[in-house]
């Protein structure tokens, strides 16, 4: 049972943007903080951003002030906004989630299967 579905990663030059999509069913959505994570190769995975069901945002510093999460309760979808893209951001994208909040930032509950995204310097 797929529970959170990724799309929108890419090959993308220095300082463009990619926004990364991330939905869920419904279920998962309304009793879940969301997040996102990254894994570079030859590194361990990382937290990117995460938001709460109320709306808390939380960020990694290297991406602070470049990247937005985002959620959208209509649609049961988390976003990733990602601007200004550095060589340093290429990885697999994993969409997460779990309850509570404090979890979904240590050892999310559920993941996606992942979207790679790659810049290209």
């Known amino acids: 049972q797929v529970l959170l579905v990724e799309s929108g990663g890419g090959l993308v030059q220095a300082g463009g943007s990619l926004r990364l999509s991330c939905a869920a069913s419904?279920?998962?959505?309304?009793?879940?903080?969301m997040g996102w994570y990254r894994q570079a190769p030859g590194k361990q995975r990382e937290l990117v951003a995460g938001?709460?069901?109320?709306?808390?945002?939380k960020y990694a510093d290297s991406v602070r002030g470049r990247f937005t999460i985002s959620r959208d309760n209509a649609e049961n979808t988390v976003y990733l906004q990602m601007n200004s893209l550095k060589p340093e951001d290429t990885a697999v994208y994993y969409c997460?989630?779990?309850?509570?909040?404090?979890?979904?930032?240590?050892?999310?509950?559920?993941w996606g299967q992942g979207t790679q995204v790659t810049v290209s310097s």
């Open positions: 419904r279920t998962i959505f309304s009793s879940n903080a």
């Open positions: 997460a989630a779990s309850t509570p909040y404090v979890k979904l930032l240590t050892r999310p509950d559920y």
């Open positions: 938001v709460s069901i109320g709306g808390v945002t």
